[in-house]
T-cell receptor, first 117, second 115 residues
Framework: DVKVTQSSRYLVKRTGEKVFLECVQD?????MFWYRQDPGLGLRLIYF???????EKGDIPEGYSVSREKKERFSLILESASTNQTSMYLC????????????????FGPGTRLLVL | GQNIDQPTEMTATEGAIVQINCTYQ??????LFWYQQHAGEAPTFLSY????GLEEKGRFSSFLSRSKGYSYLLLKELQMKDSASYLC????????????????FGAGTQVVVTP
């Protein structure tokens, strides 16, 4: 079974703190993703990594940065947490989908519910 | 950019059929996925379409028309446990990098199954 794990299920931080969210996958997937999910807005892509040290901005990268030093690990960093970053954060991974018609879905971690006070 | 639209909520009775529509606009289309998400849990994969037509998988079927930018998820013989949010997602090829397999999601359709 594919396993995607996230470092915390629940996290409470103060405004201005630096926050690290870690994600690890064990299926040798090329792609890894960070999303946030808010009521009425659905899943929004923050950053996407398609290889080690490679990244691409998603729809809402402002206030976030990422790090992918090893293939299995993708970190999301909130440089200075703000209250509007209170949300559910979901990590996912997948194969690259390079082969035409490849039915490779994303696999999600359990999520981290972050509260910024 | 991409726009993915799906209804916010649908209600149906146990045993009935419900069809959730999804329309999208994208460049570099590389597959459409449907996920189910129960409250407080992560999304789980339901179905995948990359060619036009219907894919059937037990009580769930998904349809795709690439020329119309349209998909639907059909849930038959509804059960109470099918009450969940259903997410439509499009995978695309990035034209600015060599990356393949970037996903973007609709806001989700909350399906409520009543007795």
């Amino acid at each position: 079974d594919v396993k995607v794990t996230q470092s915390s299920r629940y996290l409470v931080k103060r405004t201005g703190e630096k926050v690290f969210l870690e994600c690890v996958q064990d299926m040798d997937h090329e792609n890894m993703f960070w999303y946030r999910q808010d009521p009425g807005l659905g899943l929004r892509l923050i950053y996407f990594s398609y290889d080690v040290k490679m990244k691409e901005k998603g729809d809402i990268p402002e206030g976030y940065s990422v790090s992918r030093e090893k293939k299995e690990r993708f970190s999301l960093i909130l440089e200075s947490a703000s209250t509007n970053q209170t949300s559910m954060y979901l990590c996912a991974s997948s194969f690259s989908g390079l082969a035409a018609g490849r039915k490779e879905t994303q696999y999600f971690g359990p999520g981290t519910r972050l509260l910024v006070l | 950019g991409q726009n993915i639209d799906q209804p916010t909520e649908m209600t149906a009775t146990e045993g009935a059929i419900v069809q959730i529509n999804c329309t999208y606009q994208t460049s570099g289309f590389n597959g459409l996925f449907w996920y189910q998400q129960h409250a407080g849990e992560a999304p789980t994969f339901l179905s995948y379409n990359v060619l036009d037509g219907l894919e059937e998988k037990g009580r769930f079927s998904s349809f795709l028309s690439r020329s119309k930018g349209y998909s639907y998820l059909l849930l038959k013989e509804l059960q109470m446990k099918d009450s969940a949010s259903y997410l439509c997602a499009v995978r695309s090829i990035s034209l600015t990098t060599d990356s393949w397999g970037k996903f973007q999601f609709g806001a989700g359709t909350q399906v409520v199954v009543t007795p």
